[in-house]
């Protein structure tokens, strides 16, 4: 697709106006059971581990080879804090669908810190390599 054409794409309702996504889609595995948290919201944060895999360059037919993992935290809200807490615990490879949520603070020496998370809208088991027993 040409820039143009996602240029025209983006706008919305024909007012103008950008549209911005911010989706993202991760598979991966858990690294610590989820933690919830109970206060006026219930909330559940887990860390997954997303492998990035390639094809060596000089084997075009070969088998991937794994170029790295990236750790990244996630968190949901409400009932489905609750169902993740009682469905999925550590080593379970999950598929997650979220927004990326950029968050930023100073740590108690008054350094910058930033960091990257998920807020995940929709969180299930993969079926890639088990299959759940019912």
């Not at 559940?44 to 075009?60: Q, T």
């Not at 993992?69 to 999925?88: H, P």
């Amino acid at each position: 697709m040409s820039r143009e054409t996602l240029a025209k794409a983006a706008t919305w309702a024909g007012k103008g106006e950008a549209m911005y996504v911010n989706n993202v889609i991760l598979v991966g595995n858990l690294t610590s059971d989820p933690q919830l948290v109970e206060n006026d919201n219930k909330v559940v944060n887990f860390r997954l581990a997303v492998n990035r895999w390639r094809k060596p360059p000089s084997e075009s037919e070969g088998e991937e080879v794994k170029e790295r993992t990236e750790f990244i935290d996630v968190e949901c809200w409400g009932g489905q804090a609750e169902n993740v807490n009682r469905s999925l615990q550590r080593g379970d490879r999950a598929i997650v669908a979220g927004q990326l949520k950029y968050e930023r603070w100073n740590d108690a020496e008054g350094a910058p810190r930033s960091k990257v998370r998920i807020k995940a809208h929709a969180i299930g088991p993969s079926l890639e390599f088990q299959a759940i027993d019912r």
